[in-house]
Each structure stands twice: as C-alpha cells, then as structure tokens.
C-alpha cells in the first residue's frame, strides 16, 4: 500500500509539471531542492512570466528577476555597467529591491551606501545617491520622492531615514533634503489607505505622517502613538499580501503585525534571522531569505521548505515576489518626480 501511495504521489507530481498557467503551484520543482540542471521549462520574457522573483544579490552586486518555474535569469541590473567605478562601489553589497510603479521599475538600496530607481525595460537610473550609513530599505512617497532607511549605528550617517528629492533630469541627488534620528533603521513601507509611513527603530514600530503641501518643504513627522516590538533586532517590515497586515523578521522570529489590532503574532514558520518575508496570491506561497552562510544565502526557499531559485556562487539577501504591492500604491500608479 505504501509503495502504491508513493507512485500515486509520483504520478501526481508529474501531473503537476505539464501544468500550464496560473493554476501552477510554486511546488513544483524536479528534484528535492528544485535543482536540476535539465529544467525543461523555457525562460518566458519577463512580461510572460507567471511568478517572476525580485533578488538582491552581492556577489554579482546586482538585482535580477528570475523565472521561478524555468530558474531563468530574465532582468539584471548592475551598477557597473551604467555608473563610474567610484559610484558604481555605492551599489557593491545591493540589499534590497522593490518593485514599484506598477511593476515598470526598481527601488534599490545597497549597504555600501547607494539608493537607486532604475527604469526596468532600458535600465535608466532616474535616481541614484551615496546615502552612506548602510541603507538597507527605501520607499516611494506618493509625491515621488524617496525616502531611504540607514541602518548603520553610532555613525554620523546612520541610524536615520533620509527624505531625498527625485528629478530624473538629475538623477545625481548628491545628499538629502531632511533627516531623522532613527536608531537602527531597517524597514520603510508606505500604507496608502492611512498615508503614513511605517518603520522600526531597535524598539518600536512607528508611523510617520509625510506633508508636502510645500513641495519646496516635504516633512515627515513621527506620530504619537507607536508599538513596542516583541523581539529584538527587527529587520524586514513588508505587507502580507492582500490584508491589512505587515510581516516583520527578527533575530528570532517571523511576525505578523495585525493593523487593526495593533498585536503582533508569530508567524507559523518562525526562524530566525530571516531577512525577508514576501507573499502574493494564494498559489504563490511565501518566500523566505533564510542565510546558510552568514547574512546571505544561495538559495530561495519557501515557508513549505521547496527551493524557489538556485545559484551556488550567489549571495542573495533579500527576494521578493515581482508583482503589485496594494498595501502601498493604487493599481494605477504611474512614475512620479519632484521638481
């Protein structure tokens, strides 16, 4: 009976494979780790891909979007080969991308200093800085501008978000407009049905209200009300897709903060050190950035332990689902710039 039940499953998991669309599951891989190296699938163009993941990687210095069904690489972006060597090291450790404006293109932060948008389909940078202090998050504020979180601590150019302007006729933004104490910062997501700004220091989670009724004048202004954190060391802060609810990754744990509660609660699969957490629809699953060799890993996984996309050389820190993000922007949501 056993060995009937294990070749139903294998018979079914063969099924599985000749799926074609988006009934798909993300459980679908041909070996154990979803390694092989004689993938059948063909490499869609990035507009065709069905579950494309956005990817941080360092050992490349680079953000790519890979194919999760076929493991093929569709978009890549290095500062390399758009900056001069001196500003192209600001992006050298890239720790973070986000798709933004409707997916057309890419927020981009780099723990060796830089902040970047980068247009997805020619790769022109409309916006790149030197924020030093190790940026580790950045988000778009409704006006465009940008506002990049550095997490570096008991250094002058961190523990702070930083409010930079964002003209593409001057992509070259040599500093920022304002600065903010923000001890430890990790994390920046905007929360489009509230308009405010949430990010965590080593203790709280805050929301800040964002005015620029003077665009000559744009002020974040922290809120009276905030939220003990129940860990310690947050790092990822990013919404659960579809709720009103923001995923946060500790030293310990994986929560999920519920907004209209205002709690926090473990999440089922709670390790620790994850560096990021991204859901999408429910036959996606969630994606994980679990380090196997100090901070970084050379595989994505999932909550349910398959492996999503594969590179022995890579050192990826953070991945994300390649889609809409509804918390944050309306469906709708064409580039903006400040001038």
């Keep these: 009976m056993h060995i009937l039940n294990k070749g139903f499953l294998i018979i079914l998991s063969l099924l599985l494979l000749s799926c074609k669309g988006d009934e798909l599951p993300i459980l679908d ?17 990035l507009k065709d891909s069905k579950r494309p993941v956005l990817i941080s990687e ?3 210095s680079q953000a790519l979007i890979v194919d999760s069904l076929s493991k093929g690489i569709m978009w890549h972006w290095k500062a390399y080969e758009h900056l001069s060597s001196s500003q192209a090291a600001w992006f050298k450790d890239i720790d973070e991308a986000k798709a933004v404006y409707n997916q057309e293109y890419v927020l981009i932060t780099a723990s060796s200093g830089g902040a970047a948008l980068i247009r997805v389909s020619d790769k022109k940078i409309m916006f790149y800085t030197n924020a030093k202090g190790s940026p580790h998050s950045a988000e ?3 006006d465009g501008n940008i506002i990049v979180a550095c997490s570096t601590t008991g250094t002058p150019d961190g523990d702070a978000l930083k409010l930079y302007r964002v003209d593409s006729e001057n992509p070259h933004v040599e500093r920022e407009v304002k600065r903010y104490n923000l001890t430890f910062g990790h994390n920046v997501v905007w929360d489009k049905e509230r308009e405010v700004l949430w990010a965590t220091d080593d203790q709280n ?3 800040y209200t964002y005015d620029n ?4 004048d744009p002020e974040l202004t922290r809120n009276a009300e905030f939220f003990p954190l129940p860990d310690v060391s947050p790092h990822d802060l990013f919404p659960v897709y579809g709720e009103d609810k923001l995923y946060l990754t500790t030293a310990s744990h994986i929560y999920i903060f519920d907004i209209a509660t205002k ?3 473990r999440h089922a699969y709670s ?9 999408g629809p429910a036959d996606f699953g969630t994606l994980i950035i679990e380090p196997n060799n100090s901070y970084w890993t050379n595989r994505v996984t999932n909550v349910m332990g398959s492996s999503v996309f594969f590179k022995d050389t890579y050192r990826m820190y953070k991945a ?7 918390f944050s922007y309306p469906s709708d949501h064409p580039y903006r710039q400040s001038k």
């Design 213 to 216: 009724t003077n665009p000559d």
């Design 58 to 60: 360092q050992s490349e």
């Design 271 to 279: 390790k620790a050190n994850i560096k990021s957490v991204s859901d």
């Design 140 to 142: 778009m504020l409704p």
């Design 263 to 265: 709690t926090f609660e």
């Design 205 to 207: 989670l805050y929301t």
């Design 320 to 326: 994300r689902w390649f889609i809409d993000n509804p």
């Design 29 to 45: 891989f041909s070996d154990p780790f979803g390694d092989s190296a004689d993938n059948e699938h063909p490499v869609p163009d």
